[in-house]
């Protein structure tokens, strides 16, 4: 069995039968049959579809937020605000997919040369706990639209937000097959991989698990995309809108109780303003509030389990070992980790040098702009960052300097349907959402008339 368990409360939520090996063959069968025929229905039609998933999540958004609650701990005022996120991902791609993937003319000595965009098959999306309905819809809402088909292997302990989910393709009107989710474990993975049927990869996860994927993948000459980890630096500069820098630094790395790749983990303070700056960001952390996650007036939850809370508690450890100070917070209880800020924070520190993915952010400091960039870019991760400045010319001039899938500057780093989504270096490759995301999986066949 497969189980999920509420973090908050350690009670059990869902339990569902894991597939075995004829299960999952039967499943991916089933999908392939389904693809012959979906990849001929037409956009209008598909569209139709879209904005019936789009309508029932709204329709039943607070059961779909509970069962997200209850599986992973995060608030439910942010659980609703994922669900409602997803409705405007299947109104997007709805209203928007047809033209995504026109045929594009190109100019040529031909009578006439095009690219036209064409549906590729069955893709597998191997997805993370963090945001279990985002994740997902993200992925199979853009594949969908294309006229692809998804299986889902979803995070043991979400199994109830992936049924969940293939409920609201059925409820919307999907046919059976265009949206299968896998209740299995990991170790079925590497198989299903090298299915003839499945013709390519999504995974959003670790980048241990980036790796291995990616390795059987790649042998089996199959595209992945791959969304990993992040160190997400917060770049705070003398010349910033304090007050509001405190805010957006408070919100990018406590939301989701930390527990989001492209949260901010590192934050990165301009000397002259360190004193002021901590304190104030100090005062506006002490302002989350903790409690059952059910209750609209809890602003941060539990983590997602306890040997997550775990693992951060060791990364803390290694902070102070190394000449870390706490300056709030720092005791867990189960899975709930306090909401944890830590002084004097060096390059040397696990807490600088991998991800922490929990409620705990670090304090550096910097002299200059030149010492700004070189800590920010000082990761294996690059998924984004965030500057702090008043000063455009120098947001602008700065920009280009990052090495980074993607710059914000006065705002945390966020997805959004219509923008690019996705990392460099070891945050992985490819990218999600906009016209970028839905031409991922497709053949983009070039076709040349000539007239003789
Ligand atoms: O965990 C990373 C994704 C979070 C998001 O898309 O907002």
Known sequence: MIKSINP????????????????????????????????????????????????????????????????????ITQALAEVEKCAALCDYYAENASKMLADKIIETEAHKSYVSYEPIGIVLAIMPWNYPFW?????????????????LKHASNVMKSAMSIEKIFDRAGFPAGCFTNLPIGSKMVEEIIKNPKIKAVTLTGSEAAGRAVAAVAGNEIKKTVLELGGSNALVVFADCNLQKTVKTCVQARFQNAGQSCIAGKRLLVESSIAEEFTKAFIEEVGKLRSGDPLSEETTIGTMARVDLAEELEKQLQDALDKGGEVLLGGKRNKAYFEPTVIGNVTTDMSIFKEEVFGPLIGITTFKDEKEAISLSNNSPFGLGVTIFTEDFEKAFRLVPIFNEGAVFVNELVKSDQ??????????????????????????????????Y
């Not at 490819?430 to 983009?444: A, C, H, T, Y």
């Open 8 to 75: 908050y409360n350690q009670e059990i939520v869902y339990e569902v039968a894991e597939f075995d090996r004829k299960e999952v063959e039967n499943a991916i069968d089933r999908a392939d049959t389904q693809y012959a025929i979906w990849k001929e229905i037409p956009f209008s039609e598909r569209s139709v579809l879209m904005k019936a998933a789009g309508q029932e999540l709204r329709k039943n958004a607070r059961e779909y937020a509970e069962v997200i609650t209850q599986e992973m701990g995060k608030p």
């Open 418 to 451: 219509r923008l690019p989504f996705g990392g460099t270096k070891n945050s992985g490759y490819g990218r999600e959402l906009s016209q970028d995301g839905i031409q991922e999986f497709v053949n983009k066949k070039t076709v040349y008339i000539n007239k």
């Open 135 to 151: 994740q997902v819809m993200r992925f199979a809402v853009p594949a969908l639209m294309a006229g692809n088909v998804a299986v």
